[in-house]
């Protein structure tokens, strides 16, 4: 069956460390990969895209990582802010259509 | 201000009461979608339109309803809600299905709750 899978448990870690979260996808072959930002009771706020033939993304102190062969790609957020605090979604084009994983919440302490 | 402006933001409202949920973009967007999310579940799409006049089911269509006379507006209609359909809403636009390079524009979401 197809799947996205995003680590259901909270990452807490420190401010000013680097926050790394995890989408792994099987049974897709998406065209690109999206991420976005969601918090509490609001809908989504697009962040980034990568393509398929793009290994790196970065926008700010934001990257994005996309391995192909894997079925997997990494969020970084670089000396993280506890502003940065939210629940991070991936999302993929299939055929389509967008399909989104369920999200990884990032509480990041002072 | 390029939006996706969605209205109320927060509703409570009785079983089996008629309502709407307002969904408005000024992108010219041809692709509008809704959303609703519930813990664990993620977002799961209720109903999607790629044009005026032209509308699909998505996952969890069961119990809503859907019109596109507009481009620009694409409301969320509940004929009959039922404490199931308590849930965060959200109404997303985009140039196409894929999303492409600017991804959907989200509004801010519409919590309901059915008692």
């Known amino acids: 069956s197809q799947k996205i899978e995003q680590n259901s448990e909270a990452l807490n870690i420190q401010e000013g460390k680097t926050a790394t979260l995890t989408c792994n996808y099987t049974n897709y072959s998406p065209a690109y990969l999206q991420w976005y930002r969601q918090d509490p009771g609001r809908g989504p706020v697009f962040l980034l895209l990568i393509r398929e033939n793009e290994k790196e993304k970065r926008k700010e102190r934001l990257k994005v990582t996309f391995d192909t062969t894997l079925k997997q790609s990494l969020f970084h957020i670089t000396a993280s802010q506890p502003a940065d605090s939210a629940t991070y979604l991936c999302a993929l084009r299939n055929t389509d259509k967008l399909i989104f994983g369920t999200g990884t919440r990032l509480q990041v302490f002072p | 201000e390029a939006q996706v402006t969605q209205n109320p933001r927060y509703l409570i409202t009785v079983t089996g009461k008629k309502l709407t949920v307002t969904c408005s973009q000024n992108?010219?967007?041809?692709?509008m979608s809704w959303y609703r999310q519930d813990p664990g579940l993620g977002l799961r799409q209720i109903y999607y339109?790629?044009?005026?006049?032209?509308?699909d089911k998505g996952d969890v269509p069961e119990g809503y309803k859907v019109s596109r006379k507009e481009k620009r507006n694409f409301p969320l209609i509940l004929e009959s809600p039922s404490p199931n359909q308590t849930s965060l809403y959200s109404c997303a636009s985009s140039f196409s299905r894929g999303g492409n390079n600017y991804g959907y524009t989200f509004g801010s979401g519409t919590r309901l709750t059915v008692v």
């Open positions: 992108m010219n967007h041809e692709y």
């Open positions: 339109s790629m044009n005026v006049e032209v509308t």
